[in-house]
Nanobody, 118 residues
Framework: QVQLVESGGGLVQPGGSLRLSCGAS????????MGWDRQAPGKQRELVAT??????NYANSVKGRFTISRDNAKNTVYLQMNNLKPEDTAVYYC?????????????WGQGTQVTVSS
């Protein structure tokens, strides 16, 4: 089992910055990828960014503004969000993909609210 605890959400003005953090515990040695999804009101959940041992991946809407990073020693993944826009308003969910036997499983945290508004 994997447990995820997110922090860092809040209210910020357009153009501002926030940094999300997600600490993971459990079967951390089997982590394949870590990342963030988000879900805005009335919309489907979407991928924001992922990071593996060799690469990072971003949604087109956040490229150049968001940066994902990972501290393996702390089993923590971060999402630095700069130049935030009102359309970034959503609940952000930390996600990990782990290898369990011969299959992959995904786990999500409880979510943290990010609101971009003047």
């Amino acid at each position: 089992q994997v447990q995820l605890v997110e922090s860092g959400g809040g209210l910020v003005q357009p153009g501002g910055s926030l940094r999300l953090s997600c600490g993971a515990s459990g079967s951390t040695s089997s982590f394949v990828a870590m990342g963030w999804d988000r879900q805005a009101p009335g919309k489907q959940r979407e991928l924001v960014a992922t990071i593996t041992s060799t690469s990072t991946n971003y949604a087109n809407s956040v490229k150049g503004r968001f940066t994902i990073s990972r501290d393996n020693a702390k089993n923590t993944v971060y999402l630095q969000m700069n130049n935030l826009k009102p359309e970034d308003t959503a609940v952000y969910y930390c996600k990990v993909v782990v290898k369990e036997g011969n299959s992959l499983s995904a786990y999500w945290g409880q979510g943290t609210q990010v609101t971009v508004s003047s």
